[in-house]
C-alpha cells in the first residue's frame, strides 16, 4: 500500500519558517493535503490540493511539492502554531485509498 | 457554521459491534458537492481513513476493513452512521467524522476532508 512519509519533529523559533516535508512514491503526481491537529480539537484542514488554502487559514501557511516531496511552509511561526501536522493523498489503487502521513509534530521554541 | 459531532460508546468489548453517529449541521447530506467520512488515530498511529458516503449513497470503504464496515445515513436527521463488527482492543482509537470534498481531474476523482468532528475515543477492552 501507499506510504507517506513524515519527520516525526520540526522545532522553530517563534518569528522563523517551518518547513514541513511529506514524502512518497509518485507524490508529484498526487494532490496532497495537509492538516492541523490539537489534543482534544477537530483537526483543521490548513492546505487542500497541493497548494490552495481554505478560507479561515492564515496566509502563512503555504503548500508546494517539488520531485517526490510536499512540503508545507509556516512562516513567522506564532506559539499557537504549535500541534501535529499530517499530510494527506488519495491514492485508488491501494486498500486504504485514504493515506495519511505519520505526523509531524511542531514545536514552537 | 458547518460542524459536525460524532456519539457513541466509549467502551465496548472485544467481538461486539460499534455504532457510531455523526450529526452534521451547516450542510445538507443531499448536497452533491460533499459527503461525510470516517477516520480514526489509534494510539501512537497515523490517521487512517475508514469509509465515506456520498449524497447519491454511494458508498467506498477502506479495502482492509471492508467485510466488517457498514455505513448508512439518514437524510432528515442529518445523521450518518458508522457500523463496526467483531472489535479487537486494536481498534481501541479516537474516530472522527469528517466532510468529504472531492475533484475529478484527468479521469481520476480525488477526495479531502475540509471539515471535521472533535472525534470519540473508543476503547474495546473486556
Known amino acids: 500500500s501507499y506510504v507517506l512519509t513524515q519527520p516525526p519533529s520540526v522545532s522553530v523559533a517563534p518569528g522563523k519558517t517551518a518547513r514541513i516535508t511529506c514524502g512518497g512514491d509518485n507524490i508529484g503526481q498526487k494532490a496532497v493535503h495537509w492538516y492541523q491537529l490539537k489534543p482534544g480539537q477537530a483537526p483543521v484542514l490548513v492546505i487542500y490540493y497541493n497548494s490552495d488554502r481554505p478560507s479561515g487559514i492564515p496566509e502563512r501557511f503555504s503548500g508546494s511539492k517539488s520531485g517526490n516531496t510536499a512540503t508545507l511552509t509556516i512562516s513567522r511561526v506564532e506559539a499557537g502554531d504549535e500541534a501535529d501536522y499530517c499530510c494527506q493523498v488519495w491514492d485508488g489503487s491501494s486498500d486504504h485509498r485514504g493515506v495519511f502521513g505519520g505526523g509531524t509534530k511542531l514545536t514552537v521554541l | 457554521q458547518v460542524t459536525l459531532k460524532e456519539s457513541g460508546p466509549a467502551l465496548v468489548k472485544p467481538t461486539e459491534t460499534l455504532t457510531l453517529t455523526c450529526s452534521v449541521s451547516?450542510?445538507?447530506?443531499?448536497?452533491?458537492?460533499?459527503?461525510v467520512g470516517w477516520i480514526r488515530q489509534s494510539p501512537g498511529k497515523a490517521l487512517a481513513w475508514l469509509a465515506h458516503?456520498?449524497?447519491?449513497?454511494?458508498?467506498s470503504y477502506n479495502t482492509s476493513l471492508k467485510n466488517r464496515l457498514t455505513l448508512s445515513r439518514d437524510t432528515s436527521k442529518r445523521q450518518v452512521v458508522l457500523t463496526m463488527t467483531d472489535l479487537d482492543p486494536v481498534d481501541t482509537a479516537t474516530y472522527y467524522c469528517?466532510?468529504?470534498?472531492?475533484?475529478?481531474?484527468?479521469?481520476?476523482?480525488?477526495?479531502?476532508?475540509?471539515?471535521w468532528g472533535q472525534g470519540t475515543l473508543v476503547t474495546v477492552s473486556s
Open positions: 469528517a466532510r468529504v470534498r472531492f475533484r475529478a481531474t484527468d479521469g481520476t476523482i480525488v477526495y479531502w476532508f475540509d471539515r
Open positions: 451547516g450542510f445538507a447530506l443531499s448536497d452533491v458537492r460533499m459527503g
Open positions: 458516503i456520498f449524497s447519491n449513497d454511494e458508498k
